[in-house]
């Protein structure tokens, strides 16, 4: 459950960045109303369930075990590979702007700390998805 | 590899310990109730460690809770 939780919030900010990211569309006095009505309903949404997990949660029991940690590490992994390759190709297109005068997908310094910010924020998400896809697998 | 399939006695083991639930065994062997679900379904293969405390738990040797077949 805390895999969905995290997930969920991590595609709300990847949503509101890309809103901040792209830039307000025209008619955003109509749209901003209901993004932040949606951003609150699933802040207090995760909220909820975190806290309603913590009450249930039976103290006798084992909170982590070797599965658990396995199905992290895979997370991790998945995450780790995605970093990587985007960065490799980030800095590709760098030296192909400079060196070649390429004109890349990622130009200018504004744009780079966007895609540096997209890349941590779907490795994140790959991080999650990968946990819930093995959970679900090996069975909760 | 993968022709191999480690299977387990646990449910059965549990029933003939006077009716263990998945808890008890869980507790006792220091793993959530969802992994020892998990190896019931044989959809998780344990570390060797946590192998040898579950037989340990029912007092029998490591080959009559898991079983490697082809």
Do not use: C
Not at chain 1, 70 to 95: C, D, E, P, T, W
Not at chain 2, 20 to 25: D, K, N, P
Request: hydrophobic share 50%; glycine share 4%; no cysteine.
């Amino acid at each position: 459950m805390y895999a969905w939780t995290s997930l969920l919030s991590s595609i709300s900010v990847v949503v509101i960045y890309t809103v901040y990211a792209i830039g307000l569309p025209e008619n955003w006095a109509e749209v901003e109303s209901q993004l932040a009505s949606i951003f609150i309903k699933v802040f207090l949404f995760v909220l909820v369930i975190e806290i309603a997990l913590e009450i249930l949660k039976n103290k006798n029991e084992v909170e982590k075990d070797e599965r658990d940690e396995m199905v992290a590490g895979k997370g991790y992994r998945n995450a780790y590979h995605f970093l990587m390759v985007s960065v490799v190709f980030v800095l590709f297109q760098m030296i192909m702007e400079n060196i070649l005068g390429f004109q890349s997908l990622v130009y200018g310094s504004v744009s780079l700390v966007h895609v540096l910010i997209y890349v941590v924020l779907l490795a994140s998400i790959i991080n999650r998805g990968t946990q819930i896809f093995f959970y679900r697998r090996i069975g909760f | 590899m993968s022709n191999f399939k480690i299977e387990n006695n646990i449910r059965t083991l549990r029933f003939h310990s006077g009716e263990m639930t998945q808890a008890e065994l869980a507790k006792r062997v220091g793993v959530t109730r969802q992994t020892i679900n998990a190896l019931e379904a044989n959809k998780y293969n344990p570390s060797l460690e946590l192998a040898f405390r579950i037989a340990d738990v029912f007092d029998v040797g490591l080959e009559e809770v898991f079983t490697y077949e082809k």
